[in-house]
């Protein structure tokens, strides 16, 4: 069972950036699908950034700010965010899997205020 966990969130003011990690306890070698996704108080979830093999997608509430990238060698998914507002706070959780999002990180927290 690979587990996943989360680092690099905590508190920034509005126009600044962060890079969120996500470690894998095994390979993601094979796998197909990874993603970031976030929740922020009172919403649902939502996708932010996936890579589907080598193509990317982003929400369109993040395109030319955020940027999703993996390094298979160090069995590591990476987000950065740029341009940060407030209405990016949320939990940001990553998700990967060979044919699904199947493993899930427990998240880290994202506060953007000044």
């Known amino acids: 069972q690979v587990q996943l966990v989360e680092s690099g969130g905590g508190l920034v003011q509005p126009g600044g950036s962060l890079r969120l990690s996500c470690a894998a306890s095994g390979s993601i070698y094979s796998w197909n699908f990874m993603g970031w996704y976030r929740q922020a108080p009172g919403k649902e979830r939502e996708s932010v950034a996936t890579?589907?093999?080598?193509?990317?997608y982003y929400a369109d509430s993040v395109k030319g700010r955020f940027t999703i990238s993996r390094d298979n060698a160090k069995n590591t998914l990476y987000l950065q965010m740029n341009s940060l507002k407030p209405e990016d706070t949320a939990v940001y959780y990553c998700?990967?899997?060979?044919?699904?999002?199947?493993?899930w990180g427990k998240g880290t927290l994202v506060t953007v205020s000044s």
């Open positions: 890579i589907a093999w080598t193509i990317t």
């Open positions: 998700a990967g899997g060979r044919s699904n999002m199947d493993y």
